[in-house]
């Protein structure tokens, strides 16, 4: 059965002000002088974004994997990745029945050997599709997707941050209308019978529905994808986040109302995920609209992560465009500069919707301030930090989510130790180094997510074998 708790969306309390931070680089014989008034500069975009308990992506290919100068910037910059192409219902089911997980093996298990996350891409699409399922219609149709959803997901279950369940189910243009295909021709309800499978299947994912042309808040389709995710929310549909495609050029522009766009979904109870940023351009105007999209994701408490569609600029589906952060040589652009810098700059997470008018520049007193703020949210926890593990449980395994929530003066480095009940497993761990897998099993952090905030919070995961009942966390850090 479906626990909720495992997957709630991470809780951010107000982040403290951190001391500014001055780092003094000598290079070329030259002193510089970089300060940040809200974080220590980080210099990759997983670790930045990670200061805010955010994830930064790059969807990547696996035949790529043996390009040095691609993987040496996959893994020193990104702690997410999603499959490109390999995910795909093409590639998982070439013939029906007949899976083929090899080349999204090879990009999961780059990933989680290094402590990545990994967005799955994706369950039910009306395109990239084999033969065989292009051929189908009706119920045979249904059967087939929901099988390939329930396969899919299971086979991965555990090991998928968050997955596409289903990919661009609306027109385009002005109607609002779903898109015509074999899918959505075998009933109005095909979205919400995958998502209730993938539930099923991979109990501890996220589930996401996913689009493109979903950025501009005024847009028909925009508004078409709010009222599914709400439908689903009040009745009950089992869905997580909202993809925002956000694939940016001069005929769809970053849209000046797109912070408006993201937290409008994120009220209806989801978080959001840029899933596929790439925008066409160069120099500053290219610059300018990626600081500006991550300026909007800093700004909405439940947008927890960013990923871009390709590392280095000839790896995009769009070359022509240069949309991506690093040139063809791989050096990085004044886009990823902006990038990062934003991600650095940290934005403070508002709790609410963000203003549409300026905020006062003084507040009013009404009444006398009080001498002590009132706590809106739970203090911070005693001590250096501390853990709480939630569990979604089957017959014969598990998934535990584990919180770390870091104490009044944050952390560098945290573990969690917990004891594994006798005769269960860890098989595999996401977001934490394990030591060991049964019995007393300590759970490191990895590069991105050492730090944590005072009162802030980051989650990690394990698999096992067994039953997980009865597992107490107990948390020292550094
Ligand atoms: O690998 C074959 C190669 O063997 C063959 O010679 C060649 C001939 O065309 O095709 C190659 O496969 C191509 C594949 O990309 C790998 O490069 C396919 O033709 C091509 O259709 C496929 O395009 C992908 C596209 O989805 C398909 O719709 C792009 O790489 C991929 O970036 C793109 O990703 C989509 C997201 O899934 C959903 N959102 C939009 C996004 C961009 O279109």
Not at 267 to 294: C, F, H, P, W
Not at 369 to 395: D, I, K, R, Y
Not at 446 to 475: D, K, L, W
Request: proline share 6%.
């Amino acid at each position: 059965m479906t626990d909720h708790h495992a997957i709630r969306p991470r809780r951010r309390g107000p982040r403290a002000a951190l001391a500014s931070v001055a780092v003094v680089a000598l290079a070329a014989g030259t002193a510089l002088l970089y300060a940040s008034s809200a974080n220590a500069a980080e210099s990759t975009l997983g670790a930045a974004a990670a200061q805010t308990g955010r994830y930064f992506g790059a969807a990547i290919a696996a035949h790529k994997l043996g390009d040095s100068t691609y993987v040496n910037i996959l893994n020193r910059e990104f702690n997410s990745v999603t499959a490109e192409n390999e995910m795909k219902i093409n590639a998982t089911e070439p013939q029906q029945g007949r899976f083929d997980f090899s080349s999204g093996d090879r990009i999961v298990n780059h990933a989680i050997s290094r402590g990545m996350a990994v967005r799955g891409h994706t369950l039910a699409w009306h395109s990239q599709q084999p033969a065989w399922m292009e051929q189908m219609e009706g119920s045979a149709l249904r059967q087939a997707m929901l099988n390939h959803v329930t396969q899919v997901a299971s086979y991965y279950r555990g090991k998928i941050h968050s997955w596409d369940v289903v990919n661009e189910a609306f027109d385009d243009g002005n109607s609002g209308a779903r898109r015509n295909s074999n899918l959505q021709r075998t009933g109005n309800d095909w979205i919400e019978a995958a998502f209730r499978a993938a539930r099923a299947a991979d109990p501890g994912a996220k589930l996401c529905y996913n689009d493109y042309n979903i950025d501009n808040w005024s847009w028909a389709k925009t508004q078409a994808a709010y009222n599914l995710v709400r439908d689903f929310k009040q009745r009950g549909v089992p869905i997580d986040c909202v993809g925002l495609q956000s694939h940016f050029n001069a005929q769809s522009p970053y849209p000046s109302n797109y912070r408006t766009t993201l937290s409008s979904f994120a009220a209806l109870g989801v978080d959001v995920q840029i899933t596929e940023l790439d925008i066409e351009g160069s120099g500053t105007a290219q610059a300018n609209a990626y600081r500006g999209v991550v300026n909007d994701c800093l700004a909405i408490a439940r947008c927890t992560g960013i990923t871009v569609w390709g590392i280095r600029d000839s790896d995009s589906w769009r070359s022509y465009g240069t949309p991506l952060l690093f040139d063809n040589n791989g050096n990085k652009k004044p886009a990823y500069d902006a990038t990062l810098s934003a991600l650095n700059s940290g934005t403070p997470v508002p709790t609410t919707a963000p203003p549409t008018t300026a905020p006062p520049t003084t507040a009013p007193p009404t009444t006398a301030p009080p001498t002590t703020a009132p706590p809106t949210t739970a203090p911070p926890p005693p001590g250096n930090c501390s853990a709480t593990v939630s569990l979604n449980q089957w017959p014969g395994g598990f998934v535990a989510t584990v919180r770390v929530t870091a104490g009044s003066s944050g952390t560098n480095s945290w573990a969690v130790t917990m004891t594994i009940p006798s005769g269960a497993a860890v098989t595999n761990t996401w977001n934490a180094q394990a030591s060991g897998s049964t019995g007393s099993v300590r759970f490191a952090n990895v590069s991105y997510n050492g730090r944590i905030g005072a009162g802030q919070s980051t989650e990690f995961g394990f698999q096992g074998t067994g039953s997980g009942s009865g597992m107490t966390p107990s948390c020292s850090s550094s």
